[in-house]
């Protein structure tokens, strides 16, 4: 059974920063591109960054140069980590990981805050 879990969300201020992970487990993790989502109330869930099995990233416009994925595939752990934050990144960021249609997976999200 495939599980992804988020951790590493809080409460913090403009301008600070959080690391976010997702460990993964019932999976061959090295071959599913794996993403970061995020959901803010009232809209809808938008691509953050993803990456590759091979290690290629792509990035929202709104996040490119504050934001870093990366995945550490000894370890079944996909990393986000979010620099310079601002109050419209506050979120319920989540992890997917996808190889096919019926191989699609998400994690439960967790809450990213920024606010003074």
């Known amino acids: 059974q495939v599980q992804l879990l988020e951790s590493g969300g809080g409460l913090v201020q403009p301008g600070g920063s959080l690391r976010l992970s997702c460990a993964a487990s019932?999976?061959?993790?090295?071959?599913?591109?794996l993403g970061w989502y995020r959901q803010a109330p009232g809209k809808q869930r938008e691509l953050v960054a993803d990456?590759?099995?091979?290690?290629?990233?792509n990035y929202a416009d709104s996040v490119k140069g504050r934001f870093t994925i990366s995945r550490d595939n000894a370890k079944n752990t996909m990393y986000l980590q979010m620099n310079s934050l601002k109050p419209e990144d506050t979120a319920v960021y989540y992890c997917?990981?996808?190889?096919?249609?019926?191989?699609?997976?998400w994690g439960q999200g967790t809450q990213v805050t920024v606010s003074s």
């Open positions: 019932g999976m061959i993790f090295k071959v599913y591109k």
């Open positions: 997917n990981a996808y190889v096919a249609r019926n191989y699609d997976y």
């Open positions: 990456i590759t099995g091979g290690g290629s990233t």
